[in-house]
């Protein structure tokens, strides 16, 4: 284990965040907001000196292989969400500290949660750096810093399989660095192009840029103490429909497409699974609904946003979904498992990771009933190897198991059972709003200290997919 090295690009790592923190500094001073304005230059200047100094000197060995990645994925991100706590408790916009890192926590990994129950009253830089943490999440605080920086491709390739969303992290083109600033560069137009409309919708400029910050980290935070459904427009609505939806599939695909290769990318298997499961439940929440609103079109708005904004892992709103009969709530609670599509900035167990284990259960099954026929589990007319088919199974295993250890503790705390389960499952899938008190015109403040901390763990682990937090207990040992 390398560790001059880790602690090297974690250096990087907390320099390139106190370089962002620059931009609410901007947002601060234009809004005259002095408190705040003062709470993020002090914590941008401390992140870049120390940065700066301790990244003076380059460690002789940069080796960086998997273990290293790993581990400094889990170690900035941890810092992260401390550090970007400090401007909510320091600009006196979230007092208690635990709930300044629950917040910053939710963002970063695009989670979405909140514990406000004022968010109207906080400053602007604040609602800035709120939906902002979700849209460097989203693609992720290293991917961004390997956009800007020259990396080896090694190097590179190790990170950002650390951090990407998914069972496997590939590249298209022969240097790892060039496809990763194509990807950010896919991401930044597509986010232009949600704000630019949402302003022809009559979105203000702030509203406009926030949302669609969250919308593409898919993480959710709303300037507005009603979310989306305070704008009142079906056109706003359709807009972050649309866009929730394009950024829940593997960017991958839209690099194909723009590369001339659309037959390929319209072929593959796990978007046509989003899309069919997407769509069925549309159909199925919009029969079960249509009574309530009296329209089948009503219905099927609100369906369709709160579909997306499920399988997406937003956790925007337009309706409270507590109130709609059972049934659609169950098929709710069954699409924050699911997810978006792996190589997205959708949270979830991802749609392929789904795919696999129920082929790999028809296998099993035809196994059994013939045990001298030969299956295999394909993906997109392809063998998978029988590794990854097992990773996927190991994976599954440890998230469940974290996740019953995760609701067992929470249930300390006191709550009902909806909300207490729900809490979990939303936090751990990086889904936002779950049911009763953290449904989606509810909130996580009722939770005690140490609970909000167990499900900034919990957010942590989604959103890196467990294996680098865990790879933490192991710097010490020497293989």
């Known amino acids: 284990m390398n560790h001059k090295m880790i602690f090297y690009l974690t250096a990087q790592i907390i320099r390139a965040v106190g370089v962002l923190l620059l931009l609410p500094v901007i947002v601060a001073a234009v809004f005259g907001e002095m408190p705040s304005l003062l709470a993020f230059a002090g914590t941008a200047a401390g992140m870049i000196v120390f940065g700066t100094l301790v990244t003076l000197k380059k460690p002789e060995n940069k080796a960086v292989y998997a273990r290293e990645g790993m581990a400094v994925v889990a170690i900035a991100w941890i810092l992260m ?30 989670t979405g949660s909140t514990i406000l129950n004022d968010i109207e009253a906080m400053s602007h830089a604040c609602l800035f750096w709120r939906a902002f943490t979700h849209f460097i999440g989203g693609m992720g605080v290293l991917m961004f810093m390997l956009m800007i920086m020259p990396q080896t491709d090694t ?8 951090e990407s969303a998914g069972p496997t992290a590939g590249k298209l083109v022969a240097k790892m660095s060039l496809f990763v600033r194509i990807l950010y560069c896919i991401y930044l137009t597509l986010t232009v192009a949600e704000m630019l409309l949402l302003l022809c919708g009559g979105m203000p400029f702030f509203d406009a840029i926030t949302t669609a910050f969250s919308t593409a980290g898919t993480g959710g935070f709303s300037i507005r103490a009603g979310s989306i459904a305070d704008y009142n427009s079906a056109y706003i609505d359709f807009i972050v429909t649309l866009f929730m939806a394009l950024f829940s599939v593997n960017f991958t695909l839209y690099f194909l497409v723009i590369s001339g ?25 919009t029969v079960n609904i249509t009574k309530i609103y ?5 219905a099927l708005r609100y369906a369709g946003f709160q579909v997306l904004t499920i399988t997406s892992t937003a956790g925007f709103a337009t309706a409270d979904y507590t109130e709609w009969p059972f049934f659609s709530q169950m098929i709710l609670l069954i699409l ?52 990854v088919v097992h990773g996927i199974g190991y994976y599954f295993i440890v998230f469940m198991l974290i996740m019953t250890g995760s609701i ?69 040992k020497k293989y």
């Open 408 to 476: 067992l503790l929470l249930a300390l705390d006191g709550h009902d059972v909806p909300t207490t389960v729900t809490a979990v499952i939303t936090c751990m899938n990086n889904v936002g709003p779950g049911l009763n008190e953290v449904g989606p015109s509810g909130n996580f403040a009722g939770f005690s200290a140490w609970a909000k901390l167990l499900l900034s763990v919990d957010m942590l682990l989604g959103r890196l997919e467990i294996y680098p937090l865990l790879v933490l207990m192991t710097l010490r």
């Open 336 to 387: 924050m498992f699911v997810g978006g599509c792996a190589g997205s900035t959708g949270g979830g167990l991802k749609v392929m990771r789904i795919m696999v284990l129920c082929k790999s259960a028809y296998k099993e099954i035809r196994t059994t009933l013939s045990p001298r026929s030969v299956v295999v589990v394909k993906c997109d007319g392809r063998a998978l190897d029988k590794e």
């Open 261 to 285: 290769r659309i037959k390929q990318a319209l072929q593959n298997e796990e978007l046509h699974v989003f899309l069919g499961i997407t769509a069925v439940s549309i159909a199925l929440i």
């Open 155 to 162: 190097r590179t390739m190790h990170l950002v399989r650390a």
């Open 81 to 110: 969400s401390i550090l970007g706590a400090l401007p909510y408790f320091l600009s006196g916009n979230i007092p208690e500290f635990a709930d300044a890192v629950f917040e910053t926590a939710s963002g970063l990994t695009t």
């Open 294 to 298: 009296g329209s089948v079109l009503t």
